[in-house]
């Protein structure tokens, strides 16, 4: 019988909700026990495809297409284990698919109702994970904070959850904030009583409290909250503030949640196998050579809006022993100044996808410095686009050269829409999304690190190379290293007579892990290493199980 953990938020968002579901994961893999996790995320869009990054940072995109909230990009980094569009559900995906049934005439004429037909369409879509994927364990995350009204349904889904399945198969863990007060110069508890409370109020009385915070929880403290919550006090855990997420699974395991977990589920207890987990955190927290790296964007105002990229660096950087200080550079600024003024004494440069003109003449002023200098290069979908839209203004000499997208009357489309996308008009959903094989062609600096000639590849993007240019593109130096393997779609472009200039059509990021980098990650950081650093001896990356 698979068990389902539900994990809540209180006080203030954005408490890391995501990262403990992420790291109770791994705790329970840990012990051989198969977990999958699901985000209930209470905003009415169907999916975030179409969201702002400044609101809702990075798109994560799964093997089979799904767009999806950032947090299931900690899941499967976590757990090493891909998710797929179960484990995404929106509000506007369960009122979407009530609806379609109520126009097919699906509830017999009955009123359509909050509860039971979106409370039930809920709990279909929860046990709908459980039955496809049959994992010993569904952790559930449930978006925003208690108390929200756009979560009223998803709570209730879940209290009605717990006797339909029974007591013993359900576990409620409430993540709140224990915030110190200096002028006091004392930890508060109340902010987590009102919250407790409030999940009281609606029905649920958590098994779990995980209280985040920035120091250590006198026992006295932990004795309080236990009284006030009713909650034992074995199972108020400790998630203090670290360094990196990756040490949050060795703290929580320290603590205990694994433990209590395991005894209020009823599951066998099992020995952890953490010692590669460690020895990755040991060597994330010793390296040997520093390497600045430069990331050209046009959401720079928020980080989160590159998260698999930066995290992506971050795994690149363990494997290779590197000291990551990130600089980040709008691009839009790259139009009015020298790009030298921003990106002077960076050891590399990447450039990550995105939509829409703005900022691309800057991305282009980049990508041109870092050929120029010689300074190692990773164009990342829109970022291979712009490397392209480059060769062909400052070496091909077609000064018009542009996408598609940006300008549909340019006399040289480098870039182009493909023939069946002409005439798509919505935007959600409409790209080439997903898993795609990409054959690599031996002899080629991809060749070299991805050691396979077909490899899979996770896109998200609807504008393609335009095939008419490939011939030109050849003849002045670049190489076309990776296509489809029917040899049209352009996947992989990059310039030989260069320490590192790669640039590709996917999203590498999605499927880099801190336990295996991702090839091309891994080579981009040890050639950034290498800039001013004797060339490292990378170690073999630390296989997590």
Avoid at 139 to 163: C, H, M, N, W, Y
Avoid at 268 to 274: D, K, V, Y
Avoid at 400 to 424: C, G, K, M
Wanted: glycine share 8%; with cysteine.
């Amino acid at each position: 019988m698979t068990k389902f953990i539900f994990v809540t938020g209180g006080v203030v968002s954005s408490i890391g909700k995501g990262i403990v579901a992420a790291s109770l994961g791994r705790l329970l893999k840990s012990r051989d026990y198969s977990v999958s996790i699901l985000k209930l995320d209470p905003y009415i869009n169907v999916d975030p495809g179409t969201m702002s990054p400044f609101q809702h940072g990075e798109v994560f995109v799964t093997q089979d297409g799904a767009e999806t909230d950032l947090d299931l990009g900690h899941y499967e980094r976590f757990t090493d284990t891909s998710m797929s569009r179960l484990n995404s559900v929106t509000t506007g995906l369960i009122y979407q698919s009530v609806i379609n049934k109520e126009r097919r005439g699906d509830y017999n004429g009955g009123t359509v109702q909050v509860i039971p037909h979106i409370t039930n369409e809920i709990k279909d879509r929860i046990l709908r994970v459980a039955k496809e994927t049959n994992p010993s364990a569904v952790i559930t995350e449930i978006g925003g904070t208690v108390g929200d009204i756009e979560s009223l349904p998803f709570l209730e889904a879940i209290r009605q959850l717990r006797k339909e399945v029974g007591r013993q198969n359900v576990l409620y863990m409430h993540v709140t904030l224990l915030p110190w007060i200096a002028s006091a110069g004392e930890m508060k508890t109340k902010p987590t009583q009102h919250s407790v409370k409030e999940l009281r109020s609606i029905g649920i009385q958590p098994d779990i409290l995980v209280c985040r915070c920035d120091r250590t929880i006198p026992v006295g403290l932990k004795q309080k909250l236990s009284e006030f919550c009713d909650v034992p006090v074995e199972c108020v855990i400790t998630c203090q503030d670290a360094s990196s997420i990756y040490e949050v699974p060795l703290i929580l395991e320290r603590e205990g949640l694994a433990q209590q977990t395991l005894d209020l589920l009823q599951m066998e207890q099992r020995q952890p196998n953490l010692t590669q987990w460690e020895i990755m955190v040991e060597r994330m927290y010793s390296p040997k050579y520093s390497v600045e790296i430069a990331i050209v964007g046009k959401y720079v105002r928020l980080s989160d809006a590159y998260l698999s990229v930066v995290e992506s660096l971050r795994h690149a950087a363990i494997a290779t022993h590197g000291d990551l200080r990130l600089r980040w550079v709008n691009s839009e600024a790259l139009e009015n100044e020298p790009a030298e003024n921003y990106l002077a004494g960076v050891d590399g440069i990447i450039v990550p996808g995105g939509f829409g003109s703005r900022g691309i003449d800057g991305k282009i002023a980049a990508i041109k410095y870092a050929r120029d200098r010689q300074i190692p290069f990773l164009g990342l979908c829109l970022g291979m686009q712009c490397s392209v839209i480059e060769w062909a203004r400052n070496v091909e000499g077609l000064i018009d050269a542009n996408s598609a997208e940006f300008d549909p009357y340019t006399n040289d489309p480098v870039i182009n829409l493909l023939p069946e996308q002409q005439d798509v008009v919505d935007l959600g959903g409409t790209m080439r999304l997903g898993l795609y094989p990409c054959r690599i062609q031996p002899g080629t600096r991809a060749f070299e690190l991805y050691q396979e000639e077909v490899i899979y590849e996770r896109h998200r993007h609807r504008y393609e190379f335009n095939n008419l240019y490939r011939n030109a593109l050849l003849d002045s130096g670049y190489v076309v290293s990776g296509t489809s393997p029917d040899g049209r779609l352009v996947e992989i472009v990059e310039y030989p007579k260069h320490p590192f200039f790669i640039a590709c059509q996917f999203h590498p990021e999605f499927q880099s892990r801190p336990s295996n980098p991702h090839p091309l990650f891994k080579g981009f950081m040890e050639a950034s290493i290498s800039r001013t650093q004797p060339t490292p001896t990378a170690p073999k990356p630390v296989q997590v199980s």
